[in-house]
């Protein structure tokens, strides 16, 4: 998971892929990176840490051109600690091209030594987006004659990338003196939407980014989708040129942008993230009274703040009371996506304090959004506990996490995950709570599809089904093997 974002516009863009890199922070904060594009120069500022720590003002001012695009990196693939990995990755030919990419490529071994036995292309990073832009590079190149770029000729290579990829990408690319160019896979797994606005005499201005939040910001209208294996190409002029390039697609989007990653206040594939959190609170709420006997909750808790909205659904549909038991210091990062086990343990006391005047003596019932290596919750239950709470029962949004993410979450190994090959009593017993209960995977994926016309979501770490086809046995126990999280 990462967030990006490019602009095609009228104006200088370094101020605005800035603003929303902003906005997309809590996709990613191992790293970040902008380039802008102008006229035929490309300009690249790349740097580890956060947004408004990563950016000085003579980096901005250096950021010339009215074509742009940025980058922040939650760390899937290599090494987090590694400031060359940071996106985003330039190639000099054909043209000169800067890519920036979400999500994770499933057949990087064997696209490495295509790449360098057949291409000719040479890797310097164990990243898969520096693979990614090559693989583009390598089949733009096939694709043009003379020093002209026409739409066809980029979507031409982006059909023969897909026929070469493997895994999930979301991927927006600036081809230096012509446009800006998005993709997704043919799956559709990782988010990517377009937006316009009309400015005057001037024309028709372009984004294109991971959630719509983005848009709504800066006054964009929200167009549509990037639908998946659809290819778009923006000149600098803003004409725009679509087109779909995959053979078979089929929108099956992620599950876990819904549950946890996406902002609130965003809309991806026509669904609205926030209603879709409240409708799993619904489900949610059926569950618990199934399972919990009569009188064994007294107040409901959320864990601010991706479930919240769950939350305020199932203390609405017990009839049951809403506190807010936990206060948040926003100025730390979401333990979720930190790399490191250590560094997410010690990042949870410093991000969540329990109200002790909220627990005392009371029967609590905490909702989080999901529960994927319980090192969150373990300390959540605890907090709870020296807080005052008589009794804990603790609620998933979404079902269990039993199995690796492999299209961009930071998932890698089922060692790490506490409800791989353990039974809901056993879990309960690790995390120390009085009661657990977990989201049914049908419940899910009916509260997120509710109205839409989406047939599946992406739902691999709850299920072990891999929507791709392409994900053996074997490329788990690799992935397990070579990827730290």
Known sequence: MCGIVGIVSSNPVNQQVYDALGLLQHRGQDSTGIATADGSIIHLQRARGQVREAYRTRDMRSLLGTMGLGHVRYTTRGDANKEQESQPFYVNAPYGIVLVHNGNLTNTRELSQELFSVDRRHLNTDSDTEILVNVFAHELQQQVRGTTLDPDQVFDAIARLHERVEGS???????????????????????????????????????????????????????????????????????????????????????????????????????????ARLRLGDRLADTIERYTPSGAIDVVMPIPDSSRPAAMQVAQKLGIPYREGFYKNRYVGRTFIMPGQEQRRRSVKQKLNAMSSEFKGKNVLIVDDSIVRGTTSQEIVDMARQAGANSVTFTSAAPPVRYPHVYGINMPSRAELIAAGKKIPEIATALGTDYLIYQEVADMQAAILEGSEIQGLEASCFTGDYVTGTVTPEYLAWVESNQAS
């Open 169 to 275: 990408y979301a991927a927006i690319a600036l081809v230096a003196g012509h446009g800006m160019l998005a993709f997704r896979d043919p799956f559709g797994i990782r988010p990517l939407v377009l937006g316009k606005k009309v400015t005057g005499l001037v024309g028709t201005e372009w984004i294109v980014a991971s959630e719509s939040l983005v848009l709504e910001s800066d006054g964009y209208e929200l167009v549509r989708d990037v639908e998946p294996g659809e290819a778009i190409f923006i000149t600098r002029e803003g004409e725009m040129f679509s087109r779909q390039c995959a053979k078979n697609p089929v929108l099956i989007p992620c599950a876990f942008e819904y549950v946890y990653l996406a902002r609130p206040d965003s809309i991806m594939n026509g669904i609205s993230v926030y209603e």
